[in-house]
């Protein structure tokens, strides 16, 4: 149990759909991240909060729209998505601030398709 | 450019085998090391972490990594491998962004099969 959660854990839609993935932590922490995980590649981290400023983005597409109200929610929000946007999306959280030595715990993750 | 790689994709063991996962990275400082894992359906877990100190570090479930710097490898081990540690095994590094900012980058991960 890593006190993560993510819903919904599985979303299809459409190319003119829009959606939001929800992240939910209660561990007390300070960081929150966004990761895409797709078949064959590495996790690629594509958003990061800190103390609830965004400290980095990875150069995603404008399509994804992250959104952090306070330090225990997480949101992607998702328009005019691509098919190669199919993927897990992973949440994860971490207690220090996003400092290098910082364990993260990742959430379930979100299953998305878009057709 | 710091990268981290897994040579093998997949590997099958039989229950009660040894068991070492590969890491290589490439990384001009001290890195600071992961190994996470990931079962079906989950997120993934923190099994061990390198920063410094002793080089043979201790995770859970059984699982140990040792920093070898002279050939920049950081191989997972355990001496007897569960039906339960099928999953997908991830090596991470640390890298630097400056300005106090960091970010994971992780290896493409070696998914394990164990067979009863």
């Known amino acids: 149990e890593t006190g993560v959660t993510q819903t919904p854990r599985h979303l299809v839609m459409g190319m003119t759909n829009k959606k939001s993935l929800k992240c939910e932590q209660h561990?007390?922490?300070?960081?929150m991240y966004w990761y895409k995980q797709s078949a064959k590649k590495p996790l690629e981290l594509m958003f990061v909060y800190n103390f609830k400023e965004q400290t980095e983005n990875n150069s995603v597409p404008s399509r994804f729209s992250p959104e952090c109200p306070n330090s225990s929610h997480l949101f992607l929000h998702l328009h005019t998505l691509q098919p190669e946007d199919s993927a897990l999306y992973l949440c994860a959280s971490s207690p220090e601030g996003a400092q290098g030595t910082d364990t993260q715990y990742f959430g379930p993750g979100t299953r998305l398709t878009v057709l | 450019a710091q990268s981290v790689t897994q040579p093998d994709i997949h590997i099958t063991v039989s229950e009660g085998a040894s068991l070492e996962l590969r890491c290589n990275y490439s990384?001009?400082?001290?890195?600071?090391l992961f190994w996470y894992v990931q079962s079906p359906g989950q997120g993934l877990q923190l099994l061990l972490k390198y920063f410094s100190g002793d080089t043979l570090v201790q995770g859970i479930k059984g699982f140990e990594a040792e920093f070898k710097r002279s050939q920049s490898s950081f191989n997972l081990r355990k001496p007897s491998v569960h039906w339960s540690d099928a999953a997908e095994y991830f090596c991470a590094v640390v890298k630097g962004l400056g300005a106090g900012s960091y970010q994971l980058t992780f290896g493409k991960g070696t998914k394990l099969s164990v067979i009863p």
């Open positions: 561990l007390g922490h300070n960081a």
């Open positions: 990384y001009g400082a001290t890195p600071y």
